[in-house]
């Protein structure tokens, strides 16, 4: 009697662990897409930021991408689950960061300037926990 109440108890608590997580995964706000201005604002690759970025080498979770026709240029936007978002019309770029959106793993990006542009994409095969 007590190993059957003991099953349930824990079974119970397995299936509230799992329903917490789904609700936490799901709870998750849509990102609002670029303004296709905001796109054409360089000439390949940059973030719409306000601020300027530090040069170097900037690490991020790929959650999702998207694609983009504006100006006769297709742009591919990368939107981190640290927030904002990343861009490139490089199909070079696209095709190798595309991989990345789907897994959500682990990206790094080497930025140039102060201007938010970057010219090295590193992905990584593992998810990395973020911190926010």
Not at 15 to 44: C, D, G, N, W, Y
Not at 51 to 76: E, K, P, R
Not at 84 to 98: A, I
Request: with cysteine.
């Amino acid at each position: 009697m007590a190993s059957k109440c003991a099953r349930l108890i824990v079974t119970a608590l397995l299936a509230v662990f799992v329903l917490t997580a789904i609700a936490q995964a799901q709870s998750k706000p849509m990102t609002t897409p670029p303004a296709r201005a905001e796109l054409t604002r360089h000439a390949s690759s940059g973030h719409p930021i306000q601020d300027a970025c530090a040069v170097g080498w900037i690490y991020f979770h790929a959650t999702n991408c998207a694609a983009y026709y504006a100006s006769g240029v297709y742009y591919l936007v990368i939107y981190p689950a640290e927030g904002g978002y990343w861009y490139t019309s490089d199909v070079n770029f696209q095709h190798f960061l595309n991989g990345a959106c789907q897994t959500g793993n682990w990206v790094a990006l080497y930025i140039t300037d102060t201007s938010c542009d970057w010219d090295e994409a590193f992905t990584f095969d593992y998810q990395v926990q973020a911190v926010y």
